[in-house]
């Protein structure tokens, strides 16, 4: 299920449709809130057998609670897709 899954986020169009659900609730967004989350820096590390993702800091309140949801949220479920094919699943603070 997980590979069908995994077969389907692949297809350029499912890939399109979700970036326009998030660009439909981007639009939502006020203007300064935008401006803060444009001045964060996300700096992708990916190598052969790991991935790691940097998010700079922000000096808006609201934004920096969207990074760390948005941190837990990505944690949780990547290690939940590893967790249901099989892998024994570490999670560190």
């Not at 057998?49 to 760390?68: A, C, M, P, T, Y």
Request: glycine share 4%.
């Amino acid at each position: 299920m997980f590979d069908q899954m995994l077969k389907m986020m692949e297809s350029p169009q499912a890939q399109e449709m979700m970036f326009k659900m998030i660009a439909q609730q981007v639009a939502k967004v006020p203007p300064e809130r935008k401006e803060a989350v444009s001045r964060v820096k996300v700096t992708f590390k990916k190598r052969e057998r790991s991935l790691q993702i940097d998010i700079g800091h922000s000096d808006n309140e609201e934004v920096e609670s969207i990074i760390k949801q948005s941190v837990t949220g990505f944690c949780e479920m990547a290690s939940r897709i590893y967790h249901s094919m099989g892998f024994d699943v570490d999670v560190y603070e």
